[in-house]
């Protein structure tokens, strides 16, 4: 073939292509317009409603920040919509046509049930105030869920606006009353008193809170809505300083979990989400005090089995207690359930290394020991880049479950600094083993609070700062020094106590720490506490949870380790560090890959564009 001959044949193979890609545009086009129709439709179906107060509960929702999806789905799922709309044709399947023909079906057939469609469920009495209520809501989910998923929340929100009894079936009084206890935990009077109207914060908690414990006493019986407002009533009482009586309230709702069984749910998938929720849950409690958590054969199965975390597709803002002020806040890619799932995977790690120490097993064993430290960096490397603390899309819920993660590790080596046999070059790399996810842990609360005040950080959180701190004061009183450690933790939860009162009794057992590790407090220290102020009630419980007793544990387990562990721990360390080089290698070429892929995909489209310049 001569040259001009290849030359016509690449022109040729460059028309043929030219010719695709204009069709891919053609088709990109095509469905591009058919989205903007789409929008548009929804658009003025949702305007419709607004503007002629078709569907209370559809306002509602809309004002609770559900997507246009979500509110489609959920009018599909109404009998009488789906009845109507097979009746329509299908040119005239359109949500404003079918609502209208239910509205006039219904208003022939019997006029009174238009107000029962137009009333949304009374699921609490404690206020008629509609606005609080929702304003709790949006707090509930904007910074208390994405922590703690005790349940999926859109299968809660269609069943919170349905009207039939039959279709509410993941909500009831109780958990709405709960879970606005607990969402009274983030008011602040001062920048509510619009919405307030007069009522009392306190008084708005104990209301909810015996409303809720009513009510649950007077259904009885054992189902998967009970087992969440168990849980959730363990957070409000945790919050308020009756710690004994959360416990209690934690016990009964991993019971009832395990009773009811995802049998009782239409949704397998959202039994998954409360089941590793509450799992989870009691095995950080648990963990903060070297207990063992009550377990279930299921918490060893696959994690979220049956959840599409593809649906993960909710955006995430920042809400404060001056709603008009989020309006023009943007909205980034909340990653809420793919949060849970990592928490429940990382918890399900906490949960088998609880009894490395305990004895159960026998003595511990450095191997055992070392499997379970690359098992947590094996999570920690299957992090995605959208969840990692140098994301700028990153919430403060996946910036705690760092923070969790780092306070795991410190929990998993602190005990070896109170063992015998161990060299000083050995205790000298375990305390700087210790030391350095303190610091890391620290570290990442020092940015969620730049971003975030710390007043929206769950009381959960508080327990982690007050254990890596106290690490910190012990094991490295110099570097950082010991002053600065104490003055950040105790700032930290001052501002937090302001809403959860357990903050209180957490601040003043860390001051004690600090004062016993001989830091020298400061006028401003003094004042952070407020002496006068101090938490007055009876702190034993705090004490026995995560105090004085709870470190006394962790000295105690040096009991439980082989007398052949320190002798063992230089070479299964050194093998460890290599193990955990070649992990973390093999992410990063995992990740490049993906990275170069996506970036192809980018310069093939870049080229199309070229082509398509060229030829217009």
């Known amino acids: 073939m001569t040259e001009k001959e290849k030359l016509v044949e690449e022109v040729k193979q460059i028309a043929a292509m030219n010719e695709r890609l204009r069709q891919e545009k053609s088709e990109l086009e095509s469905q591009n317009a058919t989205l903007e129709d789409q929008s548009k439709d929804m658009e003025y179906i949702l305007q419709v409603f607004a503007r002629d107060g078709h569907e209370q509960q559809i306002i509602a929702m809309l004002r609770n920040g559900n997507t246009h ?47 029962e469609l137009k009333t949304p469920q009374p699921w609490t009495t404690v206020t008629i105030n509609t606005r609080l209520i929702s304003h709790l809501l949006d707090l509930y989910f904007t910074w208390i869920h994405p922590v703690h998923m005790l349940f999926s929340e859109t299968d809660f ?35 509510l008193k619009a919405k307030l109207q007069g009522e009392n914060i306190d008084s708005l908690k104990i209301g909810f809170s015996k409303q809720c414990k009513d009510l649950l006493e007077q259904e009885g019986g054992n189902d998967i809505k009970r087992a969440q407002t168990l849980a959730i009533l363990f957070l409000v009482e945790l919050s308020s300083c009756n710690v004994l009586v959360a416990e209690d309230l934690l016990r009964r709702a991993v019971e009832t979990l395990d009773t009811c069984g995802p049998q009782n749910l239409l949704s397998p998938d959202a039994f998954q989400i409360n089941f590793w929720g509450i799992h989870s849950l009691n095995t950080f409690w648990t963990s903060m005090a070297y207990k063992l958590p009550r377990g279930t054969a299921m918490f060893r199965g696959p994690t979220f089995q049956g959840v599409d975390l593809d649906r993960d597709t909710e955006q995430w803002r920042y809400y404060p207690n001056q709603p008009e002020e989020s309006r023009t806040v943007p909205r980034k890619p909340g990653l809420a359930l793919l949060t849970a799932f990592h928490h429940a995977e990382l918890y399900r790690l906490v949960q088998k290394s609880l009894p490395l120490y305990s004895g159960t097993r026998g003595k511990l064993h450095v191997e055992a020991l070392m499997n379970s430290y690359l098992e947590f960096v094996m999570w920690w490397n299957n992090l995605p880049d959208s969840m990692s603390d140098g994301n700028a899309n990153v919430q403060p819920h996946m910036v705690f479950l760092q923070i969790q993660y780092h306070t795991a590790l410190v929990q998993l080596f602190v005990p070896l600094l109170h063992a015998h046999g161990f060299s000083k070059s050995s205790l000298d790399t375990i305390r700087s083993i210790v030391v350095d996810h303190a610091v890391k842990g620290l570290s990442l609360v020092e940015d969620s609070r730049k971003r975030y005040s710390s007043r929206f950080h769950m009381p959960l959180e508080m327990f982690c700062v007050v254990q890596l701190g106290e690490v910190l004061l012990r094991y490295s009183p110099q570097e950082p020094e010991a002053s600065t450690v104490a003055e950040f933790c105790l700032e930290i939860l001052k501002e937090s106590r302001s809403g959860f009162a357990c903050s209180g009794p957490l601040q003043d057992l860390f001051y004690e720490t600090a004062e016993e590790c001989g830091v020298v407090m400061t006028q401003k220290m003094r004042d952070l506490v407020d002496v006068e102020k101090r938490y007055v009630g009876n702190g034993n419980d705090f004490r026995h949870a995560c105090g004085k007793e709870s470190y006394t544990a962790v000295m105690l387990m040096a009991r439980n380790i082989d007398p052949s562990f320190a002798d063992g721990w230089p070479s299964q360390w050194g093998l460890a560090i290599a193990t955990k080089a070649a992990m973390s290698n093999a992410a990063k070429s995992k990740r490049l890959t993906s990275n170069i892929i996506a970036e192809r995909g980018n310069r093939s489209l870049d080229i199309a564009s070229i082509l398509n310049a060229d030829n217009d």
């Open 69 to 115: 999806h979500e509110i489609a789905e959920w009018l599909s799922g109404e009998p009488g919509v789906k009845k109507e709309a097979l009746r329509l044709p299908y040119h005239r399947r359109d949500l404003v046509s079918v609502v209208r023909t239910l509205e006039s079906s219904i208003r022939e057939q019997d006029p009174s049930r238009l107000e």
């Open 157 to 191: 929100k269609i069943s919170l606006y349905a009207a039939a009894p039959k279709e509410q079936v993941y909500c009831s009084a109780p958990l709405v009353n709960a879970i606005c206890a607990l969402s009274c935990h983030l008011l602040d009077k001062n920048a």
